[in-house]
Each structure stands twice: as structure tokens, then as C-alpha cells.
């Protein structure tokens, strides 16, 4: 699953909640994001609609964990930074599990521990466990969550010096995001609950390893209370070949992909 296909609108209305964004700037970002596929963090710290560390803060808020500002005012080094156009592949958007532990922040073994604790009390979100276990510190998961959103914080050890991580248990109330399998052919059909999660960034993270794994012919994250609740994220395979087929086809038609370009350059 790339970068195009993870859910970024309801992470973006997230961060306009928070106020962090507003409405045109985000709609403003979607637009680039469906036209470069570059993941939304990397957009918007490069716009300027939001610090690195801000981002950061807001994600790992939604992990469980919050990252407080010795002092109340922002850190003195470089709040974050995408990567520069040129120096590394256009990055992708990958499951939080998998990067803490491709990029060596946990072993797969805590990985494991943390996430069958997770299954045995649920009202818990992964990056409490983590931290609350001592498998990760509050720092490392905001660099996790940075770089899986296209975003370069400073080091751990300068994150350390000016920031107190506080472990925020989940109030009670939250709105929670639920994963579904489902058929979209011949009629719309919902299969049994996946996952259930307080956090949508989980749930998001699940249902992408979902479809990596089972490769179903779609997934459904809700939001709510279960079939009346509201749906904020589709996946159709099938779809995504239709509409790589349908881009590959405007390609061969104009000689340039119009949907990601716009006009082509005048030759004079």
C-alpha cells in the first residue's frame, strides 16, 4: 500500500481539530498529496502550515503519549524538516509496527509483547504500552511517527533535553474507529469486525497491514457505533487497478499525466 492509498484526510482533519491547520490549508495539501503522492507530513511542514515537531506532538498525543515543552516555549533547534527533493527516494507511508522495527527502534519480539497486550485490554493505544513499558522513549516514538509521515526531527538526545513525555490514558467517551472487511460487488456487503481501536492512526495502521497480508477485495475503517457509525475510509483494490489503469490511459492519450501536472510547458 503506497502513500496515495493511506488515509489522509481524516489524519488532516485530525490536525484541524487540534488547529494546527485550517481548512484551506489542508484541502491545499490533499490536492499536492493526490498529485505527487508525497506523504501529508512532508507537505505540510514543507508549505510551513505546520512545525515538524508540532506534527510530531499532535501524532504521539494520538498514540497516547504526550510530548510537553520544557519551559513553554518552542525547542531552539530545527523543529523538523522534509527530506530535500533529490537527496532520498520520494518516501512511503508505512505501518508504525513495521518501521519501529525496520528502523531499529524496537526488536520484533517487543513489538510482539506490546501488541498482545494491546489485544488483552483494548481501551490502551500502542504507543502508551511502548513507552509505559520502557520499549521506546516518548522522543524516539516522535521521531518514529515523524519519519513515517516524511518528516526529519532533530536527535533523540536534543528532543530529550526539551521535551517531558506524559503518559495520557485514553478519557472515557472517545470515539473509537473499527476495521471491516467488506464486498462491493455484486452489492455492498459487511463482513465481522477486524479491529477496534480509540485511535485512527491504529486502525489505519491495521488496515494497511490487512491488505498487505490478505489482500481482501476491500477494508472499511468506521467511525462511531458500529453500522450506524460513519465511514472515513475506504480501500478496493480493484478500485486502486481501476484508477491506475484509467491514469496509465490519460498518459497515453496526452503524453503527460494530467491529473499530476496540470498543463504541459510551452515549448517557445
Not at 509521515?149 to 473499527?178: C, K, N
Amino acid at each position: 500500500m503506497d502513500s496515495a492509498q493511506f488515509p489522509w484526510r481524516p489524519l488532516g482533519t485530525l490536525l484541524v481539530e487540534k488547529g494546527l491547520l485550517t481548512g484551506g490549508e489542508l484541502e491545499q495539501a490533499l490536492a499536492e498529496q493526490r498529485r505527487t503522492g508525497r506523504v501529508l507530513g512532508e507537505i505540510l511542514v514543507g508549505r510551513g502550515y505546520v512545525s515538524g515537531l508540532a506534527l510530531a506532538r499532535a501524532l504521539t498525543d494520538q498514540h497516547g503519549v504526550e510530548l510537553r515543552l520544557k519551559g513553554g516555549d518552542e525547542p531552539r533547534w530545527q523543529a523538523g524538516k522534509p527530506s530535500e527533493a533529490g537527496a532520498k527516494p520520494r518516501r512511503t507511508w508505512r505501518p508504525l509496527g513495521k518501521l519501529l522495527v525496520q528502523s531499529g527502534f524496537l526488536t520484533e519480539g517487543e513489538l510482539d509483547r506490546a501488541l498482545a497486550e494491546q489485544q488483552e485490554r483494548p481501551e490502551l493505544r500502542l504507543g502508551e504500552i511502548l513507552v509505559e513499558r520502557g520499549y521506546l522513549s516518548g522522543p524516539a516514538l516522535a521521531r518514529a511517527l515523524a519519519e513515517q509521515h516524511g518528516v526529519d526531527l532533530a536527535p533523540e538526545d536534543e528532543l530529550d533535553v526539551e521535551l517531558e513525555t506524559v503518559i495520557s490514558h485514553a478519557p472515557a467517551g472517545q470515539p473509537f474507529y473499527r476495521v471491516y472487511e467488506v464486498a462491493l460487488e455484486p452489492v455492498y456487503q459487511t463482513g465481522s469486525m477486524l479491529y477496534e481501536s480509540g485511535n485512527f492512526l491504529e486502525a489505519a495502521d491495521f488496515a494497511a497491514e490487512f491488505v498487505e497480508r490478505r489482500n481482501p477485495e476491500a477494508v472499511e475503517i468506521r467511525k462511531g457505533d458500529g453500522a450506524a457509525g460513519e465511514t472515513v475510509w475506504t480501500y478496493s483494490e480493484s478500485r486502486a487497478t481501476a484508477a491506475a489503469e484509467s491514469q496509465e490511459r490519460l498518459v497515453n492519450t496526452f503524453g503527460f499525466d494530467v491529473t499530476r501536472w496540470g498543463k504541459p510547458r510551452s515549448s517557445s
